[in-house]
């Protein structure tokens, strides 16, 4: 399984790459497998600023849909659009081409609250 040591990581299972204060999101390697071949990937929320935890978008799988959580309070910037022709690069690139969001940042203090790798592994006991 593929965990990068560089990224942070959430108990809902979504990574994060903090680059200043703009935050790219996506989900891990572990939840796209978990989730199986993904079909569509929703994200409704651009240009709208929520608060850590809230609801940004959703992700669809064959067998189920789940809700996609805001790791970081920020607005969010950009969306993949990549994704709404091939969302099955979530399966395939999880932390490349199948990144979903991007955010700026609103409180940089919430970083201290997310996982590191080693804590993530302890999560999904990898």
Do not use: C
């Not at 990581?9 to 200043?20: A, F, L, S």
């Not at 990937?41 to 064959?62: I, P, Y």
């Amino acid at each position: 399984m593929n965990i990068p040591s560089e990224l942070k990581y959430t108990k809902d299972h979504e990574w994060i790459r903090i680059d200043g204060d703009i935050a790219t999101v996506g989900i891990t390697d572990f939840a796209q497998g978990e989730l199986g071949d993904i079909v569509y990937v929703e994200v409704e929320t651009l240009d709208e600023t929520l608060g850590k935890d809230e609801v940004f978008g959703t992700v669809e799988a064959v067998k189920t849909v789940s809700d996609l959580f805001l790791p970081l309070s920020g607005e969010i910037i950009e969306l993949n659009e990549l994704l709404e022709d091939e969302p099955e690069k979530v399966n395939s690139d999880p932390y490349g081409e199948g990144w979903m969001i991007k955010i700026k940042i609103s409180d940089t203090s919430e970083i201290d609250s997310l996982l590191g790798e080693t804590e993530y592994k302890e999560l999904i006991g990898a």
